[in-house]
C-alpha cells in the first residue's frame, strides 16, 4: 500500500465510525467531529470549535487527529495500516537513518507513553470502549423502560383510585324525585312571586 500525504475524509471517517471521540488539529485548535455527517464531503469537512461554533475546514489543513486522546498524524496512520514507500530512488543512506532515528527519539520523549500508539492498539482500544459504551447505553435503557412502566403503574392506580371515589361520592348523593321545577316556577321563587 501506498502512503497518504495528507488527511482525507475517508480516513478520518476510519476513525469516527468506531464511535470514540475524534478532534481534528487544524489552524492551531482542535474541532470535534460530532458525527459521520461532519465528514460527508470530500472536499470540506465541518468541526465544533470550543464555543460550540460549528467551523469548515480542509482536509489538507488538518495537521493531525486526536483519537481518544491518543495523537495520529498522517506517519502514524501509515506506519499502521502497513504503507510504505517502493521507490528506491528515495532510501536514505545510513547515516541519515540514525540521525532521523536520533531526531525521532528526542520527539518521542517529549511526548507521554500513552500517546505513542500503534494504530491497532488504538483501534482495539476504541472498539472495547465502544462495548463499554454499548454495555451502558442497553443497561441505562433497560433501567428507564423499567422506571416509565413503574411510573405509568402508579399514575394507573391513581387514577383508578380517583374515580372509584367519584362513583363513590355521586352514589352516596341523595336523589330527590320530588324536585321536579319548571324554569318558570323556580324564576318565580327567585323573584318572590307566586
Given at each position: 500500500?501506498?502512503?497518504?500525504?495528507?488527511?482525507?475524509?475517508?480516513?478520518?471517517?476510519?476513525?469516527v465510525?468506531?464511535?470514540?471521540?475524534?478532534?481534528?488539529?487544524?489552524g492551531?485548535?482542535?474541532?470535534?467531529?460530532?458525527?459521520?455527517?461532519?465528514i460527508?464531503?470530500?472536499?470540506?469537512?465541518?468541526?465544533?470549535?470550543?464555543?460550540?461554533?460549528?467551523?469548515?475546514?480542509?482536509?489538507?489543513?488538518?495537521?493531525?487527529?486526536?483519537?481518544?486522546?491518543?495523537?495520529?498524524d498522517?506517519?502514524?496512520?501509515?506506519?499502521?495500516?502497513?504503507?510504505?514507500?517502493?521507490?528506491p530512488?528515495?532510501?536514505?543512506p545510513?547515516?541519515?537513518?540514525?540521525?532521523?532515528?536520533?531526531?525521532?527519539?528526542?520527539?518521542s520523549?517529549?511526548?507521554?507513553?500513552e500517546?505513542?500508539?500503534?494504530?491497532?492498539?488504538?483501534?482495539?482500544?476504541a472498539?472495547?470502549?465502544e462495548?463499554?459504551?454499548?454495555?451502558e447505553?442497553?443497561?441505562?435503557?433497560?433501567?428507564?423502560?423499567?422506571?416509565?412502566?413503574?411510573?405509568?403503574?402508579?399514575?394507573?392506580?391513581?387514577?383508578?383510585?380517583k374515580?372509584?371515589?367519584?362513583?363513590k361520592?355521586?352514589?352516596?348523593?341523595?336523589i330527590?324525585?320530588?324536585?321536579?321545577?319548571?324554569?318558570?316556577?323556580?324564576?318565580?321563587?327567585i323573584?318572590?312571586?307566586?
Amino acid at each position: 500500500m501506498e502512503p497518504v500525504k495528507v488527511f482525507n475524509n475517508v480516513i478520518i471517517g476510519q476513525f469516527v465510525l468506531t464511535g470514540v471521540p475524534v478532534k481534528v488539529y487544524v489552524g492551531g485548535r482542535y474541532l470535534i467531529i460530532t458525527d459521520p455527517d461532519d465528514i460527508e464531503s470530500a472536499d470540506m469537512g465541518f468541526g465544533m470549535d470550543e464555543n460550540g461554533a460549528m467551523r469548515h475546514f480542509r482536509y489538507m489543513e488538518v495537521d493531525h487527529l486526536l483519537v481518544s486522546g491518543n495523537v495520529v498524524d498522517i506517519d502514524t496512520y501509515n506506519d499502521g495500516m502497513g504503507a510504505t514507500e517502493e521507490d528506491p530512488k528515495k532510501e536514505k543512506p545510513a547515516e541519515d537513518d540514525a540521525e532521523d532515528d536520533a531526531e525521532d527519539d528526542a520527539e518521542s520523549d517529549k511526548l507521554p507513553k500513552e500517546t505513542i500508539m500503534k494504530l491497532g492498539d488504538i483501534l482495539r482500544e476504541a472498539s472495547q470502549e465502544e462495548v463499554d459504551a454499548d454495555i451502558e447505553g442497553a443497561e441505562a435503557q433497560i433501567d428507564a423502560a423499567k422506571a416509565k412502566t413503574k411510573a405509568a403503574k402508579a399514575a394507573e392506580k391513581n387514577i383508578i383510585k380517583k374515580a372509584k371515589e367519584k362513583i363513590k361520592a355521586a352514589a352516596a348523593q341523595p336523589i330527590d324525585d320530588s324536585i321536579d321545577l319548571s324554569l318558570k316556577e323556580i324564576m318565580k321563587k327567585i323573584m318572590g312571586k307566586k
